[in-house]
């Protein structure tokens, strides 16, 4: 490509490693002008079975030393009076909620939220800060499509993968000419994926289904009993010897219909549509 390249091997659990790979990259080429903030561990488990170190590995990885590595490129980029560009890798996990992703998710979450601090602080300076919240992407074998690959596609409204150069292509974007009025935003690569009326629909189950009948069938019955009431207050009124105020009996008719009425609210605002649109 006719540019010069460099692999620096560094672990970003240890802050003792950034600063030497940063000294090392001034060295070879100068000045940074763009830092892209892509390292990152992801592993799954549940809530009550996280350890500390596993907490500590990817909060030190996508957390602690994306928060690191920003603040050496933003303190080279200010001594040098670069504008320059920082772009962090947050997630589609920063606004869902997966199972097992109780470490993950939140620290994408405050990957996304950090960038905006940084945009904050750094504008002055005019250093851009923004971030990209990729989807499922495909980086195994493209040939190979696993069970889970295909229940994570079914929840996608594109059907398909993302694919690691569209990732690319939206980085790229960020850091051209062409973003250069944009700073503190996200973009999110997922298909779709992140919208909620696809994310959160489901079927329910069996005991759910019986469960919404009985409340249907329990809040037809308090209807009944209420028109019940209603009718007979009618058949009182008119075989009644006695004389009964038109007031007394506006408001027992106006207290039954109150009744009927919150019991259709009820009815209407019930599970009814869910137990019946599966």
């Known amino acids: 490509l006719g540019r010069r390249s460099m692999a620096i091997k560094a672990d970003l659990t240890k802050l003792d490693d950034i600063d030497p ?8 080429f100068g000045n940074i002008d763009v830092l892209v903030n892509n390292a990152g561990i992801t592993k799954f488990m549940p809530f009550l ?11 030190n990885v996508d957390l602690r030393g994306t928060f690191f590595c920003a603040q050496r490129a933003a303190k080279d980029m200010i001594r040098h009076g670069t504008r320059g560009c920082i772009i962090n890798t947050s997630s589609v ?27 904050l602080e750094l ?22 499509v696993t069970d889970r690959e295909k229940m994570l596609v079914s929840r996608i409204p594109a ?18 000419d062409a973003a250069k009025y944009v700073t503190g935003s996200d973009i999110t690569v997922d298909g779709g994926q992140l919208l909620l009326a696809v994310l959160t629909r489901r079927s329910p189950d069996r005991g759910e289904r019986i469960s919404y009948l009985i409340d249907i069938l329990t809040t037809a019955a308090l209807c009944a009993c209420c028109l019940y009431m209603l009718f007979s207050h009618y058949a009182v009124y008119l075989a009644s010897p006695v004389v009964i105020p038109d007031s007394i009996f506006a408001f027992a008719n106006v207290s039954c219909i109150i009744n009927v ?6 009815i209407f605002s019930s599970p009814l549509i869910v137990c019946f649109s599966n």
């Open 21 to 28: 790979m940063f000294d090392t990259l001034e060295r070879e």
């Open 49 to 59: 079975e996280v350890s500390p170190e596993m907490f500590d590995t990817i909060t």
């Open 93 to 119: 996990h920063r606004g869902t909620n997966y199972p097992k992703a109780s470490v993950y998710g939140p620290a994408k979450a405050a990957v996304y939220k950090l960038t905006q601090h940084m945009a």
């Open 123 to 144: 504008a002055p300076y005019g250093i851009r800060v923004n971030s990209v919240s990729p989807g499922y992407i495909k980086v195994t074998d493209p040939n190979v």
């Open 159 to 176: 059907q398909r993968t993302g694919q690691p150069e569209e990732i690319a292509a939206a980085v790229l974007y960020l850091i051209s």
């Open 261 to 266: 009425t919150v019991i259709n609210i009820f």
